[in-house]
């Protein structure tokens, strides 16, 4: 889904629930959708303050987590406490996390319905939800190493 239609998507799922669009909101919608790199709520607020100075930290949170319950973005916690944002995907599918520079990219691979399917028939669990991260060191920071070896 291109950016665009993913953003009239969120801004058209706000106006179902009755929240007013307001250029923050507009201002954050957009950089969820747009971002390839699961930004943090950090992240955004850095964004959306360069372009709306005076918006606060806690507006951006609201916000993020309003989104987050509507179901058009998928939060994924950390064992450090930090949480990253995915607005293009709002749904379970597999992450590369780089353990050096915490990137995360979404890798493109088929659908994991299959093994979902498989792992439901196998134990009887009835699955709800799911995460497959995999941690590793990304091609820039693995350069980076080999540069200054």
């Known amino acids: 889904m291109d950016v665009n239609a993913r953003t009239d998507q969120m801004m058209a799922r706000l106006?179902?629930?009755?929240?007013?669009?307001?250029p923050q909101r507009i201002a954050i919608v957009k950089v969820?959708?747009?971002?390839?790199?699961?930004?943090?709520?950090?992240?955004?607020y850095e964004t959306v303050q360069g372009v709306f100075p005076t918006v606060s930290m806690a507006t951006?949170?609201?916000?993020v987590m309003i989104i987050k319950a509507l179901g058009e973005v998928l939060e994924?916690?950390?064992a450090d406490g930090s949480n990253r944002y995915?607005?293009?995907?709002?749904?379970?599918?597999?992450h590369m996390i780089c353990i050096n520079c915490k990137r995360v990219t979404d890798p493109e691979?088929?659908?994991?319905?299959?093994m979902t399917q498989t792992l439901s028939a196998?134990?009887?669990?009835?699955?709800?939800?799911h995460r497959l991260d995999f941690f590793g060191i990304c091609?820039?920071?693995?350069?980076?190493?080999?540069?200054?070896?």
């Open 109 to 114: 691979v088929g659908s994991l319905e299959d």
């Open 139 to 149: 091609r820039s920071c693995q350069r980076k190493k080999a540069n200054f070896q």
């Open 15 to 22: 106006r179902e629930e009755g929240y007013k669009i307001t």
């Open 122 to 129: 196998e134990t009887g669990f009835q699955i709800i939800s």
């Open 32 to 44: 969820l959708a747009e971002s390839k790199g699961h930004p943090s709520v950090e992240r955004i």
């Open 60 to 63: 951006i949170y609201r916000n």
């Open 76 to 78: 994924l916690g950390f």
């Open 86 to 94: 995915d607005g293009n995907k709002p749904y379970p599918h597999p």
